[in-house]
C-alpha cells in the first residue's frame, strides 16, 4: 500500500474545484460534489456541459493528453491527482469501474468477451488464466446473458447492442468495484432495451452496494436511477440537491428551461387544433413493401403498410431500431422504390422523386454538403426547377432563412459555421424551397440537445399552420411524437401494429408492443418511476 | 473537418505551410521542376549538351575512364564525363531530371484518369457495371508490374517514342487498380449521404448530382492517392531504365546511368553518387510532401501516417 | 463457424475468375501484337522455314478464340510440337516452348524457382521482422527521440530504390571492406551454409528497402488502434501500457500486413527482377529480363503468366487469412 492510499475516508468521491482545461477552453469549471458509499449521483447537462469530462477525470484519464487538470480527487480513498500510476492502475478497474456510451466501439473487435473480461481482471488479481475465464463467465451470467458460458466465446459484433452493454457492466463488475461511473450508458440504445439496463444498474446496486456516478444527457434516465442530481453547464454547477426535489420543484432558472423543454410521453400535446372535419387527403401510401438484398439474405424492411396523410396534419411513426421506419420514410418521399404496393400523391401514382414531398434529414452533419454554402444548398430545389433570375433566388433564398431563424447574411456560409440545431434550420429551409406540400422529416430532432429539440419541434409547427402542410414526423422518442402528432403509428419489425389519433394510443394503447414501449419510457418523477419498474417486471413475467 | 470550399487549393496551401518538413520538400520539389524545365537553359549556361560525345576525355587505354581529378570535373565539364563516351554528365543528370519528372507525371495522369473513371462508374452503375469493373480493377491489382512492363516494353516497336511509352505502359498497368477501387467505396459512400439524398428530392439529374455533390467529395483522397503515385512512378521508371528497356540512349535517365556505374565507382565515384542522390532526393522530397498534402487535407487520419513530423500533440495524448 | 466454408468458396472462384481473365488479357495483349508474330515468337535469326514451322504449331491462321483454346488445351493436357525432324512432347502444364533454347517454358522456370523462392522467403523473413519490430518500437517510444529516428529511417528507406541500395552494399560490403564475396547462388540442397552467405546481400538490400512500408503500416496501423474506444476501455480499466500496445494495438495491424505481405511475395515469387539482375541470381526474375532482350516470347508470356498466378493465389491465400484474423470480414 503507498502512501496514496489513505483508510477510507468517509466519501466514496469527494471532488473539490475540480477544474479541467483544454489548451483555452476550459471544459469544467471549479466543481465540487461529493458522494458517499453505496449512493448514486447523476450528472445531468447537455452536450458540452464538461459532464464526460469529469468522469473521465474521476480515473485520472486527463494524465498526459496535454488538459490541464486542477482541484482535488479523492475517489475510494486513493488521490487522483497525486497517485503514482502504479495506484491509479489499481484503482482503475478495480475499486471504481466505468460503463462507456458506445458499448460496439468500447469493446476490442478482435477477442472473446469472455476474453476481455478476463484480461481486466487478471490485472487486478493474481488469479489464472482458467480462473479469470471462470470469472468473466459468472459476472455475464450475472448481467442476464444467457448461456453465458457460450456466448463468452463470442466477439462482441455478435452481441446485439443491449447484449453488449450488459457485457460492458460485467466487465465493470468483474472486480467488484466500489463505484461504478457510467457514461450516457443507455443512449445508444432502443427504449425497452435502455429500460432493461437502468433496471439491471438498480438490481446491482440494491444487492451490491455499489455506488454509481451516472452522466447522462437524458433527466429521464436520471430520475430512474439516482438519488441526488448535479445539473451542469458550461463546465459549472447549475443546481445540485435530491432528484426529487431538483426535478420537483427546481429553483434556477436554467433546470427549469431544461425540465420545461423535455418531451412529456404522459401530457397531450399543448396546442392541438385537430382539424374539425377530415381534409383532403395529399399523400397515401397502400400495401408498402420493401426487400434488401436477393436470396436467402433477403431481408423484409418494411412489409404491407398502408398510410393516409391529410392536408396539414402530422402523422407520427413511432418505432425502435430496425422496425423499418426510416425505410418507409424514404419510400414516401421517393427515394427509396417500394418492392411492392405504391404511394400516391394528390390521388396519382408517383414514380420517383417529387418537389411537393420534402424530406428533413435526422443528421445535421451528413445532410449539408460540407463543400458548398448553405445558400447555395437551400437554392438548389429553385435553381432545379429552372428559376434562372439570379437576384430572385437569392432574394428567396434570404427570406427562407430569415423564415426558419437564421439572418440573411448567413447565405454565403459554410455548414462547419453552423451549430447543430442552425443545420437543421438550413435542412428546414431547403426543404421549404421546392414549395412542399408534404415534409417527411426522418429524427429531425434526435441529434439535438433538449432544448434546441423544443425550439426546432416549435419552428415546425409554426411553418405547418401558416403553410398548410402535412407532416410525417418519424421518430424514436415517444414523447416526442407525441408532442407532435395528430395521429400515430407504431412500427415494429416492419408492420404498423398500431394507429390511431395520438391521445388514444398514448391514453389506451390496445397493442402489447405498445404497452411495452411507453411502460419503458423514463417518468420524470421518481417515484412514479419505481411503479413503472414494478409495472415492467410484472410486463416481463406476462 | 476538412472542408476545401472554393478556396481549397488555397486552404491547402495555408495548412502545408504549418509543417516545417513539408515546406522544405515543396521547395525541392519545386526546384526540381524548375531544373527539369530549364534543362537546356542550364546546360546552354554550362556549354554543354547531354549527347555530345567527348572522346578526348576518356583514357581508351585504361578502358574509357574518364581524364583528370574527380572524373574529369573542370569549369567546361562542372560534374565531370560520363566513363567510356565522355558525355557531359551535369547535361545528362539535368536533362534525366527531365525524363524522370516528366514520364512520372504523364504516367500519373493516365493512372488518374483510369481509377477516377472507372471507379465512379462502378460505384454509380448498376450491379453489372459494378461486378464487371470492380473485376477489371482486381485483375489490375494483381498485374505484377515490373513483369508486365518488362514483357510490353519489350514487344512493342522501337520506332514508338520510348519516354511516352513508358509512361503509358507504368500508367496503364500499376496503380490505377487500387485507385479505383478506393474511388468505387467512396463513391458508395457518398452516394447514401442525406445530402446527396437531398440534392435527389431537389429535382437535379445523376449527372448533376454526380459533378455538384460527389466529384467534390472524391478530391481529398485522389489528391492523396496522387500525392503517392507520382514518386512510387519516378522509381519504376528508374527502375525499367535500371534494366534497360526503360527510356533508351541517347536519352539521359537517372536509372539508365546507373546501369553500367557500378563497374566505374573507383574511378568515378561521381557517376554512381549523382545518378543515385538525385533519385533519393526527389523521391524523398516527393514522399514527404505527399505526406504534408495529406496531413493538410486530413489532418486527423494523416496524424498516424505522417513520418515523425507535426505530430506532437498526438503522441503526447497517447502517452499515459 | 457457419459462413466460412463458403466464404472460401466464393474467394476461390474469384481468384479463378481472376486468373482466367488475366490469362485472357496477357494472351490477347501478346499474341495480337503488331508485326509478325511467327518472326516475333521464333527470334530475330530464324529462316523463313522455321518461321512458317512455328505460324503453323501457334496455329496463327486459326481465329484468335480457337488459338488461346490451343493455349488453354497446352496448359490442362499438354501439347505436342514437331521440330521438323522430331516432335517433342510437353506435358501439361505446358505453357510452350522457348524457340531460342528449344526448352520447355515450364522446366525452364522450375528450374529458377528454387532461386527466386530463396530469394524471397529468406528477405521475407527478414523485412517482417526489421519492419514490424521498428513499427512496434516507434509506438512505443513515441513523441520521444527514438520515434523521430526511426520514422527518418523508415522515408529513407522508402525513398530508396532497391538497385541503388543493393549497388552501394555491394560496393561497400563487397569491395571495399570485402566483408562478403561478391554474390554467387549456391543451391540450398548443395550447401547451405554458402547459400545462406552468398544470399545474405540480396536479403539485406529487399528486406531494408520492403521493410520500410512494413515499419509504416504497422506503426500507422497501431496509431489508429490506440485511438480507437476500445483502447480507452482498457485504459481505464488499468491495463497498463505493455498489454495495450501488444495485445490490442498490434492485432489491429495483423490484418493489413497480412494483405501487403501476401501480395508482395506473390510479386517476388514471380521474380524479383532487378535484386536477381543486380546481383547475378538466376532466379525466374533474371532468366525474364534474358527472355525480353531476346524477345522470346512464349518464355515471356509464360513468366508473365505464372506471376500473375503467384500473385492471385497469394492474394486468395491472403483474403481467407485476413478473415482468420478478422471474423467481421466474413460478414461483409
Redesign the interface.
Known amino acids: 500500500m503507498s502512501e496514496a492510499e489513505k483508510a477510507p475516508s468517509r466519501s466514496l468521491v469527494e471532488v473539490t474545484d475540480l477544474t479541467v482545461e483544454f489548451g483555452e477552453l476550459r471544459a469544467v469549471d471549479r466543481l465540487s460534489f461529493r458522494l458517499q458509499r453505496g449512493a448514486a449521483l447523476a450528472l445531468v447537462g447537455e452536450s458540452g456541459s464538461g459532464k464526460s469530462t469529469v468522469a473521465a477525470a474521476l480515473l485520472g484519464l486527463h494524465r498526459g493528453t496535454g488538459a490541464r487538470v486542477a482541484g482535488a480527487i479523492e475517489v475510494a480513498g486513493v488521490d487522483v491527482q497525486e497517485a503514482p500510476e502504479q495506484t491509479l492502475r489499481r484503482l482503475r478497474g478495480g475499486k471504481a469501474a466505468m460503463v462507456f456510451q458506445d458499448p460496439l466501439s468500447s469493446l476490442d473487435p478482435y477477442y472473446a468477451i469472455g476474453d476481455q473480461i478476463a484480461e481486466v481482471y487478471r490485472v487486478h488479481t493474481r488469479a489464472s488464466r482458467r480462473a479469470a475465464r471462470a470469472r468473466a463467465v459468472e459476472v455475464l451470467d450475472r448481467v442476464g446473458i444467457p448461456d453465458a458460458v457460450r456466448r463468452s466465446r463470442s466477439r462482441p459484433h455478435e452481441f446485439s447492442g443491449g447484449m453488449r452493454q450488459r457485457a460492458l457492466i460485467a466487465m465493470a463488475l468483474a472486480c467488484e468495484p466500489d463505484l461504478l461511473i457510467a457514461d450516457e450508458p443507455t443512449t445508444a440504445l432502443d427504449v425497452t432495451v435502455q429500460a432493461q439496463i437502468l433496471d439491471l444498474l438498480h438490481t446491482l446496486r440494491e444487492e451490491m452496494g455499489t455506488g454509481l456516478l451516472l452522466v447522462t444527457h437524458d433527466v429521464g434516465v436520471a430520475a430512474e436511477s439516482v438519488d441526488e442530481v448535479l445539473v451542469m453547464r458550461h463546465g459549472r454547477s447549475v443546481e445540485h440537491g435530491p432528484v426529487s426535489a431538483v426535478l420537483g420543484s427546481p429553483e434556477q432558472p436554467y433546470t427549469r428551461e431544461l425540465l420545461g423543454a423535455v418531451p412529456r410521453v404522459d401530457v397531450p400535446r399543448a396546442s392541438s387544433e385537430a382539424p374539425e372535419e377530415p381534409a383532403a387527403v395529399v399523400l397515401e401510401a397502400t400495401g408498402l413493401r420493401r426487400e434488401f438484398g436477393r436470396g436467402k439474405r433477403a431481408l423484409t424492411a418494411v412489409d404491407d403498410v398502408s398510410l393516409t396523410i391529410h392536408r396539414g396534419e402530422t402523422l407520427g411513426i413511432v418505432g425502435e431500431s430496425g422496425s423499418g421506419k426510416t425505410t418507409l420514410g424514404r419510400m414516401l418521399v421517393g427515394l427509396l422504390e417500394p418492392t411492392a404496393g405504391e404511394v400516391r400523391y394528390d390521388g396519382h401514382a408517383r414514380v420517383g422523386v417529387n418537389p411537393a414531398v420534402q424530406m428533413v434529414f435526422q443528421d445535421p452533419v451528413s445532410s449539408l454538403n460540407p463543400r458548398r454554402s448553405v445558400g447555395e444548398s437551400i437554392a438548389d430545389p429553385l435553381r432545379a426547377r429552372g428559376e434562372g433570375d439570379e437576384r430572385r433566388v437569392r432574394g428567396r433564398v434570404r427570406e427562407l432563412l430569415e423564415r426558419v431563424g437564421l439572418e440573411a447574411a448567413h447565405y454565403d456560409r459554410y455548414p462547419h459555421e453552423f451549430s447543430g440545431g442552425q443545420r437543421q434550420r438550413v435542412g428546414i429551409a431547403r426543404a421549404l424551397a421546392a414549395d412542399p406540400r408534404v415534409i417527411v422529416c426522418d429524427e429531425p430532432v434526435s441529434a439535438l440537445d433538449v432544448t434546441t429539440q423544443a425550439h426546432v419541434i416549435a419552428l415546425l409547427g409554426e411553418l405547418q399552420r401558416e403553410l398548410g402542410l402535412a407532416l410525417v414526423f418519424v421518430a424514436h422518442d415517444l414523447a416526442v411524437v407525441r408532442q407532435v402528432s395528430d395521429r400515430v403509428a407504431v412500427m415494429r419489425r416492419g408492420r404498423i401494429v398500431e394507429e390511431g389519433p395520438a391521445d388514444e394510443v398514448y391514453d389506451n394503447p390496445q397493442d402489447p408492443y405498445t404497452k411495452q414501449l411507453l411502460a419503458a419510457v423514463p417518468a420524470l418523477d421518481p417515484q412514479i418511476a419505481a411503479q413503472r419498474r414494478a409495472a415492467r417486471r410484472e410486463l416481463a413475467v406476462v | 473537418?476538412?472542408?476545401?470550399?472554393a478556396s481549397?487549393a488555397r486552404q491547402l496551401w495555408r495548412r502545408l505551410r504549418t509543417q516545417r518538413s513539408a515546406l522544405v520538400a515543396a521547395v525541392v520539389v519545386a526546384l526540381l521542376v524548375l531544373v527539369a524545365l530549364g534543362a537546356p537553359l542550364l546546360t546552354a549556361i554550362e556549354g554543354q549538351d547531354p549527347t555530345t560525345y567527348h572522346p578526348s576525355l576518356v583514357d581508351s587505354a585504361r578502358g574509357g575512364v574518364p581524364i583528370g581529378s574527380f572524373g574529369g570535373v573542370s569549369a567546361e565539364h562542372w560534374l565531370g564525363v560520363e566513363p567510356q563516351t565522355g558525355r557531359d554528365l551535369f547535361a545528362r543528370l539535368v536533362h534525366g531530371a527531365r525524363v524522370s519528372l516528366g514520364v512520372a507525371l504523364a504516367a500519373t495522369v493516365v493512372q488518374l484518369v483510369l481509377g477516377v473513371v472507372i471507379g465512379v462508374a462502378a460505384g454509380l452503375g448498376n450491379r453489372w457495371v459494378d461486378l464487371v469493373l470492380t473485376?477489371?480493377a482486381?485483375?489490375f491489382?494483381?498485374?505484377?508490374?515490373?513483369?508486365?512492363a518488362?514483357?510490353?516494353?519489350?514487344?512493342?516497336?522501337t520506332s514508338f517514342p520510348r519516354p511516352v511509352l513508358v509512361a503509358l505502359v507504368v500508367g496503364l498497368v500499376s496503380g490505377w487498380g487500387t485507385l479505383a477501387k478506393m474511388v468505387r467505396a467512396q463513391t458508395l459512400t457518398l452516394k447514401e449521404?442525406?445530402?446527396v439524398?437531398?440534392?435527389?428530392?431537389?429535382?437535379?439529374g445523376t449527372v448533376r448530382i454526380a459533378r455538384?455533390?460527389l466529384l467534390?467529395?472524391l478530391a481529398t483522397p485522389v489528391i492523396t492517392f496522387a500525392a503517392i503515385l507520382v514518386?512510387t512512378n519516378i522509381?519504376v521508371e528508374?527502375?525499367l531504365s535500371?534494366?534497360?528497356?526503360g527510356v533508351k540512349p541517347p536519352t539521359p535517365s537517372w536509372?539508365q546511368m546507373?546501369t553500367s556505374?557500378?563497374v566505374w565507382?573507383?574511378a568515378a565515384p561521381q557517376y554512381?553518387l549523382l545518378p543515385?542522390g538525385a533519385?533519393?532526393v526527389t523521391?524523398?522530397a516527393l514522399?514527404?510532401l505527399g505526406d504534408g498534402v495529406r496531413t493538410a487535407l486530413d489532418p486527423r487520419?494523416a496524424?498516424?501516417?505522417s513520418?515523425?513530423t507535426g505530430r506532437?500533440?498526438?503522441?503526447?495524448?497517447?502517452?499515459? | 463457424m457457419t459462413g466460412f466454408g463458403g466464404f472460401i468458396l466464393r474467394r476461390a472462384v474469384g481468384a479463378l475468375v481472376t486468373l482466367f481473365a488475366l490469362s485472357v488479357i496477357i494472351y490477347v495483349v501478346f499474341y495480337v501484337t503488331p508485326g509478325n508474330v511467327a518472326q516475333i515468337t521464333c527470334g530475330p535469326r530464324c529462316s523463313p522455314a522455321q518461321v512458317q514451322q512455328v505460324a503453323g504449331q501457334l496455329h496463327l491462321d486459326d481465329p484468335l478464340y480457337a488459338r488461346y483454346w490451343h493455349f488453354l488445351q497446352g496448359l490442362f493436357v499438354g501439347q505436342d510440337y514437331s521440330t521438323g525432324t522430331s516432335v517433342q512432347h510437353c506435358s501439361a502444364p505446358c505453357l510452350g516452348l522457348s524457340y531460342q533454347s528449344d526448352q520447355q517454358v515450364t522446366e525452364l522456370i522450375l528450374a529458377k524457382l528454387p532461386v527466386t523462392a530463396s530469394l524471397a522467403l529468406g528477405a521475407m523473413v527478414l523485412w517482417l521482422v526489421i519492419g514490424v519490430g521498428t513499427g512496434v518500437l516507434s509506438v512505443w517510444r513515441r513523441g520521444r527521440l527514438t520515434e523521430r529516428l526511426l520514422t527518418t529511417l523508415t522515408l529513407a528507406g522508402m525513398s530508396t530504390p532497391v538497385f541503388v541500395i543493393g549497388l552501394v552494399l555491394m560496393i561497400v560490403v563487397c569491395g571495399q571492406l570485402e566483408l562478403l564475396p561478391f554474390p554467387q547462388y549456391v543451391a540450398f540442397t548443395d550447401d547451405p551454409e554458402q547459400w545462406a552467405w552468398n544470399l545474405l546481400l540480396p536479403w539485406l538490400s529487399l528486406a531494408l528497402i520492403e521493410s520500410a512500408t512494413y515499419a509504416r503500416l504497422t506503426r500507422a496501423s497501431m496509431l489508429e488502434t490506440l485511438a480507437e474506444d476500445h483502447v480507452r476501455t482498457f485504459r481505464a480499466y488499468g491495463v497498463g501500457e505493455r498489454g495495450i500496445i501488444w495485445r490490442h494495438a498490434l492485432r489491429g495491424a495483423v490484418a493489413p500486413l497480412i494483405a501487403v505481405n501476401a501480395n508482395n511475395i506473390g510479386v517476388l515469387f514471380g521474380g524479383a527482377v532487378l535484386t536477381e539482375t543486380l546481383f547475378g541470381l538466376p532466379g525466374i526474375g533474371q532468366e525474364m529480363v534474358e527472355a525480353v532482350k531476346v524477345v522470346d516470347l512464349p518464355v515471356v508470356v509464360g513468366m508473365v503468366l505464372v506471376t500473375g498466378f503467384f500473385v492471385v493465389l497469394a492474394n486468395a491465400v491472403a483474403d481467407v487469412l485476413y478473415a482468420v484474423a478478422d471474423r467481421r470480414v466474413v460478414l461483409t
Open positions: 473537418m476538412s472542408a476545401p470550399g481549397g473485376r477489371i482486381d485483375i491489382v494483381a498485374m505484377p508490374l515490373m513483369v508486365v518488362l514483357a510490353l516494353l519489350a514487344i512493342v516497336p449521404l442525406d445530402y439524398a437531398a440534392a435527389r428530392l431537389s429535382g437535379w455538384r455533390e467534390p467529395g514518386p522509381t528508374a527502375a535500371f534494366l534497360g528497356v536509372g546507373l556505374a557500378d565507382y573507383q554512381l543515385a533519385l533519393f523521391v524523398l514522399t514527404v487520419a496524424s498516424r501516417l513520418v515523425g506532437k500533440q498526438e503522441a503526447k495524448g497517447e502517452v499515459s
